[in-house]
């Protein structure tokens, strides 16, 4: 599903394994729900609230940014720590579960995704470019392979504060082509994915 599980296949068993990512799960088409009291601008957050997702080095981050508003989506044991954190700074929210359709509306509705954590495939910035939203993330992992930097996207170099604070404050400077993104996450959608998996089945076959 990534270019890094490729590699670790590579590594361990000496197979060059088909690189071949999953579509998204959520998608644009759906019903939509507005989340009360959250206005359009902010910067959006989807993680499982755990250590390594370095979610408190985004809070403190946005902190940093002037006017700049976060919402953070999902649950975890980091949550006491992260809401303890985020009443220093007036503007950063944590909903906590949210369902599809108010998940949806909270991607349309954001200026962009901050992922920060080391993850094997960059899952969530795809959902965000489905919406025609860009992403901060950390340049490793599998976001190297769904974010196309400066089209897509902004990097940071390092999990930590300032690098993050930076990479923000550049994409809110940048002009985004929303239906550039909106079309960069289409090449890893169903269809494709779909067409792709079925040839390798009947390749399979033909052969056996």
């Not at 957050?45 to 902190?63: F, S």
């Not at 930097?149 to 170099?157: K, L, P, S």
């Amino acid at each position: 599903n990534s270019t890094v599980i490729q590699r670790a296949v590579r590594d361990i068993y000496g197979i060059e394994a088909e690189f071949l990512p999953p579509p998204p799960a959520l998608v644009p088409i759906g019903t939509e729900q507005r989340v009360d009291g959250i206005e359009p601008g902010y910067l959006l957050v989807v993680a499982r609230l755990l250590p390594y997702k370095n979610v408190d080095l985004v809070i403190e981050a946005v902190a940093r940014q002037g006017g700049a508003r976060l919402v953070i989506v999902g649950t975890g044991p980091d949550r006491p720590r992260l809401e303890a954190l985020a009443r220093r700074s007036p503007g950063i929210v944590l909903l906590g579960s949210v369902t599809d359709p108010q998940l949806r509306w909270l991607y349309r509705n954001a200026q962009a995704l901050v992922a920060a954590a080391y993850e094997d495939y960059g899952l969530a910035p795809l959902e965000a470019a489905s919406f025609g939203r860009p992403t901060v993330a950390l340049r490793d992992g599998g976001f190297l392979d769904t974010i196309d930097e400066g089209a897509t996207g902004v990097f940071f170099d390092s999990p930590d504060v300032e690098p993050i604070a930076r990479a923000i404050d550049e994409l809110r400077q940048t002009e985004w082509d929303d239906k550039l993104i909106a079309a960069h996450a289409d090449t890893f959608g169903v269809a494709g994915f779909t067409a792709r998996l079925r040839a390798v089945v009947d390749e399979e076959l033909h052969r056996a």
